[in-house]
């Protein structure tokens, strides 16, 4: 019998427990050993529940107890839970979480820990919830070179997109009906400016070319600035706006990476994920694009997803399933404005722009809404450095031109 311990008891924590108890014997059968909890650790009292005796509020109790083999640490954020997975893996325990925060910035670190001490450290549900995508990358996908990696990866903004897009809601109120319908937090700041799905784009590219990207590295914008007026000429154009994680690798080897919200067009698979479901494309030189689909998030889709990594650990004790990545370094992301995209710009002026924009563009594409304010134009630009259209942007502003808004178009 195999003694495990979880550390937190909120929706995942509780979702893992669940799960462990209620398939206890078939999960038994495909990991070759019992899986027994024997101590979850939450500050929290939970009076009349089923697992009262296994409950302690001391994290020594798990570090201490020779017995515990594996931990699961469930509680999110970086402190304390960093300090607690590194001394548990010093300390001869594997660790299994679904902590995105803590793998984007600790992953090189704790990896390497593992490593010597001949351990696992597992985080399939770090970045897909229940969508498996770590384990593909890393064993399926692993006689590819990956050329690209997108996604939707943030199912809060998804939703909220999506309500936009199908029932021209404004940002605050589909905004508020996630937060009603317990899709966002009460503080919403990590989903809707990007966070969140800059850590799980941050795993990814680490994951996929071996050297740590840390989220200060990413250019991340959120959608707080997207409106109905983006939404109406994002469908004039053929497409959708959504929330993007992207990785490539470029010639120098340096990577680029960025997360912004994008213009899909409607042929895109990505522009079909709606509400809140996540989407990932993994681009292989061998495979094309391969797409993992699923809700990125929930108790138990994301504890399911746990569980598969226990049973990974109990079944690779004596021998260590192989994932790692080398640390960073600060000059391995390339700057985000020496990549190459289109451009929708939005703009306001009191005279006519054409010419200046033709001046400054060429072959712009003119893109149309019913009932545009006046004075109001917007086009899409020819593929060029993102720097060029900066500049060019702010000779456009120089003439008196008020820009409303700016979103790169996605060749996904």
């Not at 398939?23 to 019992?34: G, M, N």
């Not at 508020?176 to 990814?204: T, V």
Request: net charge negative; charged share 25%.
């Amino acid at each position: 019998m195999v003694q495990i311990a979880v550390m937190g008891y909120g929706t995942v924590g509780s979702g893992v427990v669940e799960v462990l108890t209620k398939h206890a014997d078939s999960i038994a059968v495909r990991a070759k050993e019992q899986i027994n909890i024997k101590y979850i650790l939450d500050l929290r009292d939970f009076p009349g529940s089923p697992f009262e005796s296994k409950f302690i509020k001391s994290f020594d109790t798990i570090l201490n107890d020779p017995e515990v083999r594996i931990v699961v640490e469930v509680m999110g954020g970086l402190h304390p839970a960093y300090d607690y997975v590194k001394m548990c893996l010093e300390n001869g325990k594997s660790v299994v979480t679904s902590n995105k925060e803590l793998v984007a910035a600790k992953g090189a670190e704790l990896l390497k820990i593992a490593q010597r001490n001949n351990l696992n450290f597992l985080f399939e549900a770090s970045v897909g919830g229940g969508i498996p995508i770590i384990r593909p990358i890393s064993q399926c996908l692993a006689a590819n070179e990956v050329v690209e990696i997108a996604g939707i990866l943030n199912g809060t903004t998804n939703f909220i997109l999506t309500k936009m897009i199908r029932e021209k809601m404004g940002f605050d109120e589909a905004l508020a009906l996630a937060q009603k319908l317990g899709y966002a937090e009460r503080n919403p700041a990590a989903d809707i400016e990007g966070a969140d799905a800059c850590r799980k784009i941050c795993i990814l590219a680490s994951l996929a070319y071996g050297k740590h990207v840390y989220p200060e590295q990413v250019h991340t914008e959120g959608i707080t600035k997207i409106t109905l007026r983006d939404v109406e000429y994002a469908a004039a154009w053929g497409g959708v706006v959504k929330l993007i994680g992207m990785v490539k690798r470029v010639p120098s080897g340096k990577v680029q990476i960025i997360v912004c919200p994008m213009f899909l067009p409607r042929e895109s698979q990505l522009a079909n994920v709606d509400d809140v479901f996540n989407g990932i494309m993994v681009r292989g030189d061998s495979t094309g694009d391969v797409v993992f689909y699923g809700k990125g998030a929930g108790k138990l889709p994301t504890a399911s997803a746990v569980v598969a990594d226990v049973i990974d650990c109990v079944k690779h004790f004596k021998a260590r399933k192989y994932l790692y990545w080398d640390d960073g370094a600060p000059d391995y992301v390339e700057d985000y404005l020496e990549n190459e995209t289109a451009m929708y710009i939005c703009l306001k002026s009191e005279s006519d722009v054409s010419g200046k924009v033709k001046e400054l563009f060429g072959t712009a594409e003119q893109i149309t809404r019913k009932h545009a304010e006046p004075g109001e134009a917007a086009f899409v630009t020819p593929v060029m450095k993102e720097k060029d259209i900066v500049e060019r942007i702010a000779r456009l502003s120089e003439s008196g031109v008020e820009i409303l808004n700016t979103i790169r178009i996605g060749d996904l």
